[in-house]
């Protein structure tokens, strides 16, 4: 396979990829002049021109929706001037949150592939150089020239929708249920299975409302749900335990919050799906589906939230959200 006539567009957010040691103190941070790595992976693929473009130096919490869409802004307009692929590199702690939300974002054809490194560049085994040459080779491959928005890290491609970051600090830490959807070995790309994907919900222009994220645990009465309309909360995903249970106090709050503004619920194993017709106490699923609440389907809390938060943007009402969210993926 050759890379000829390829011209890829480099988009860079920061993240341990882009981290270095600072004169302030101890620990690396996204830099501002961090060098780029565009000369040397240009040596490594002949044949791939590269245009790169940092549109932040930030670290993974520090993203934010609108940042997010900005990248999918640049990288259509990069497409509809003649790149063939994107590829974006970030921090890993919030990858997953950032792929799923270009996924639901982007209706260009060409692939935008997203990475990042689990090593900052100064550590033994940096592992930056590596996942960013395999990102471009999987932006470039004729295999993947549908695949839509795809995380590659590890040489393992992922599914925006089915990726987690599972360990802190591992160079492995990206998983995927029921598995990676292809990999890359001796330089070559190797799609093992047909990607799921949602339909893209295009670009919001509105404003990105705030959507909350709670974890039910044990002995723990609830008493944060009686505040979040008020604090101005458009919207809410419940991580519920098992596959749909809360606790029976939470069961009366989130009927109230439902009448008000969306609210999901996942399962908190963060795999399988939201349970419907299984358990019906007070607070289980069968009991929150009658209170008004939706089910998140195989989607995590993570993942919920984001596309929750990109509707609300784009407009939707429960209705709306109820139908997106029972979707299948194509």
């Known amino acids: 396979m050759t890379n000829a006539g390829h011209r890829v567009a480099l988009c860079t957010l920061g993240g341990t990829i882009a981290s270095f ?11 501002e002049h961090s060098p780029s790595l ?51 590199t970030t921090g ?3 990858l997953e949150e950032a792929a799923f939300a270009f996924e639901l974002m982007w209706s260009a054809d060409a692939p935008l592939i997203v990475t990042g490194a689990m090593r900052h560049p100064g550590a033994p085994g940096a592992d930056g150089p590596t996942n960013l040459v395999s990102a471009l080779k999987v932006a470039t491959d004729p295999a993947t020239i549908s695949i839509g928005v795809a995380v590659v890290m590890n040489d393992r491609i992922h599914a925006p929708s089915q990726v987690q970051k ?21 330089g070559s790309v190797y799609l093992h299975a047909h990607p799921p994907r949602r339909r ?24 944060l749900l009686t505040h979040l309309v008020d604090l101005g909360y458009r919207g809410v995903v419940i991580e519920a335990a098992g596959g749909g249970s809360t606790p029976p106090s ?34 289980s699923e069968i009991d929150l589906q009658r209170r008004g609440l939706i089910p998140a389907g195989l989607l995590d809390g993570l993942k919920a939230r984001v596309l929750l938060t990109i509707l609300l943007a784009a407009g939707a009402d429960t209705d709306d959200i109820r139908r997106t969210v029972a979707e299948p993926t194509s």
């Open 200 to 223: 893209s919900h295009g670009i919001p222009s509105a404003p990105f409302p705030p959507v909350a994220l709670l974890r039910a645990t044990i002995g723990d009465d609830g008493r």
């Open 92 to 94: 890993t702690d919030t």
């Open 38 to 88: 565009r000369p040397a992976i240009e040596q490594l693929l002949p044949g791939i021109e590269i245009t790169e473009h940092s549109l932040a130096q930030v670290s993974s919490a520090a993203l934010d929706f609108d940042l997010l869409r900005s990248v999918i802004i640049h990288a259509e307009a990069e497409v509809a001037a003649g790149a063939t692929g994107v590829v974006v």
């Open 250 to 283: 939470w069961a009366q709050p989130l009927e109230q919050i439902a009448r008000e503004i969306p609210v999901l619920y996942a399962g908190r194993p963060g795999t399988g799906p939201a349970l419907r017709a299984t358990y019906g106490g007070i607070g």
């Open 166 to 186: 599972r360990h802190t600090t591992h160079v492995d830490a990206f998983v995927s249920v029921p598995g990676p959807l292809g990999e890359i070995s001796e």
């Open 21 to 31: 040691p600072h004169a302030g103190g101890p620990g690396v941070v996204p830099g």
